[in-house]
């Protein structure tokens, strides 16, 4: 079964410009997290997903971050415009239910670097 | 705020040895616990978890962790770790009111030198 798909694995950009990530979860999980991990930090939660609605989002830095999951599957997380303090790794998750005790799988994140 | 702790960044051992990481919580009620694991170059991935019953709980590898409720803890160990045990290791707290919203502590980097 392939796990937690994201996309691209290293973005660089300049500081102001857009950023776009991918997520594909695991099929059959209707849970999907996004997370930005900063160096040194454990990962921290940027909005969560239930199907195609977000029922968590507010830790988003909403004037610049935003989000979507069209139909419920996939995800994309978009920065615009980007600052420098934005460097971190971004990692989006999936889990089969949205309640307490249940798993959530990871994909590889996507280190972005603002500079 | 409420948190989950993690002491000791760093951690550098010799295989054989025995390890311990700290992992303390600051959330009231009933809380899932879980130990994530990420090793050089890959994802994140669960090492263990505690939902209820017995506060033992035995993961993948040789690790264990114990739940004590009255300390808010949930340190892990392994008798004796080898060198593929070099990750980052991460505890996560699904507090009670937090709708499934993981909350993870600052990890901790363990080496372990053959």
């Known amino acids: 079964e392939a796990g937690v798909v994201q996309s691209p694995r290293y973005k660089i950009i300049e500081k102001k410009q857009p950023v776009a990530f991918w997520c594909n979860p695991i099929s059959g999980h209707n849970t999907l997290y996004w997370y930005r991990q900063n160096l040194g930090q454990g990962p921290e939660l940027l909005i969560r997903y239930e199907n195609e609605e977000a029922v968590d989002d507010s830790q988003l830095p909403k004037d610049r971050f935003s989000a979507e999951r069209l139909k419920g599957v996939d995800s994309t997380l978009k920065i615009q415009p980007a600052e420098l303090g934005d460097s971190a790794v971004y990692l989006c998750?999936?889990?089969?239910?949205?309640?307490?005790?249940?798993?959530?799988?990871f994909g590889q994140g996507t280190r972005l670097t603002v500079v | 705020a409420q948190s989950v702790s993690q002491h000791n960044h760093h951690v550098i051992l010799s295989e054989a040895a025995s390890l311990e990481l700290g992992c303390n919580y600051s959330?009231?009620?009933?809380?899932?616990l879980f130990w994530y694991v990420q090793y050089p170059g890959q994802h994140l991935q669960l090492l263990l978890k505690y939902f209820s019953g017995d506060p033992l709980v035995k993961g993948i590898k040789g690790f264990e962790a114990e739940f004590i409720k009255s300390k808010f803890s949930f340190n892990l160990r392994k008798p004796s770790v080898q060198w593929s045990d070099t990750a980052e290791y991460f505890c996560?707290?699904?507090?009670?009111?937090?709708?499934?919203?993981?909350?993870f502590g600052k990890g901790n980097q363990v080496v372990v030198i053959p």
């Open positions: 959330y009231g009620g009933t809380v899932n």
């Open positions: 998750a999936s889990s089969l239910e949205s309640v307490g005790n249940t798993e959530a799988f």
């Open positions: 996560a707290v699904n507090p009670p009111y937090g709708n499934n919203r993981l909350a």
